[in-house]
């Protein structure tokens, strides 16, 4: 129930296309959800964030579309840039509790971005 | 204030070695997290500390590792007789409640 699943594992898009990435997960007490970016060598950075009380959020290129009924959120990065190659990671954590704070990260998607 | 800042970067310990890592956190940051992260994974929480107090560990911190952060500071990570399944990434973070996360670069630690 503590899982959050990531997919696709690896992206390949053209300089000015959108990319897409999708998490699903399973533990309804998550209602923080960020997303990450990292480079290698590097720790991840934060790149968007989403709380459940709303189904979009947008920054910039970046837009996380959050689907609470389907237990469901997805990145979009529109008009992709070659420097936008990097990993990014989906992840969640609880309200409250103990817990509060701790994420649950996905598996990760190699985003590659071709000129 | 630069960031999180992690020490090493880099460890090679030869198995049944005993190694411990520094993470310095942003200063006015009360939460501080230990995750480690294997190679294509997403990293795997392993404890986290409001300020001195370490309120949660993962399973997966076995009793070799130990974590501490006297007077709410600095923090440090230490995993005695090394295992070859400890190799990973080793990262830090730091929040003020309710806020989002700020990463360290990690220490690498290879165990041969």
Request: overall charge positive.
């Amino acid at each position: 129930q503590q899982q959050v699943k990531q997919s696709p594992q690896s992206l390949i898009v053209q300089k000015g296309g959108i990319s897409i990435i999708n998490c699903a997960y399973e533990n309804t007490a998550f209602d923080y959800f960020p997303w990450y970016q990292q480079f290698p060598g590097k720790g991840p950075a934060l790149l968007i964030a989403i709380r459940p009380d709303v189904s979009e959020k947008k920054e910039g290129r970046f837009t996380i579309s959050f689907n609470k009924s389907a237990k469901q959120f997805s990145l979009h990065i529109m008009d992709s840039q070659p420097g936008d190659s990097a990993t990014y990671f989906c992840a969640a954590s609880p309200a409250g509790g103990t817990s509060y704070g701790k994420l649950t990260f996905g598996q990760g998607t190699i985003l590659t971005v071709h000129p | 204030d630069t960031g999180v800042s992690q020490d090493p970067r880099h460890k090679i310990t030869k198995r049944g070695q005993n190694v411990t890592f520094r993470c310095d956190p942003i200063s006015e940051h009360n939460r501080l997290y230990w995750y480690r992260q294997t190679l294509g994974q997403g990293p795997e929480f392993l404890t986290y500390f409001q300020n001195e107090a370490q309120l949660e560990k993962s399973r997966l911190l076995s009793d070799r590792f130990s974590a501490e952060r006297p007077k709410g500071s600095f923090s440090t990570l230490e995993i005695q007789r090394t295992e070859q399944g400890d190799s990973a990434m080793y990262l830090c973070a730091s929040s003020l409640e309710g806020s989002g996360y700020t990463f360290g670069s990690g220490t690498r630690l290879t165990v041969v």
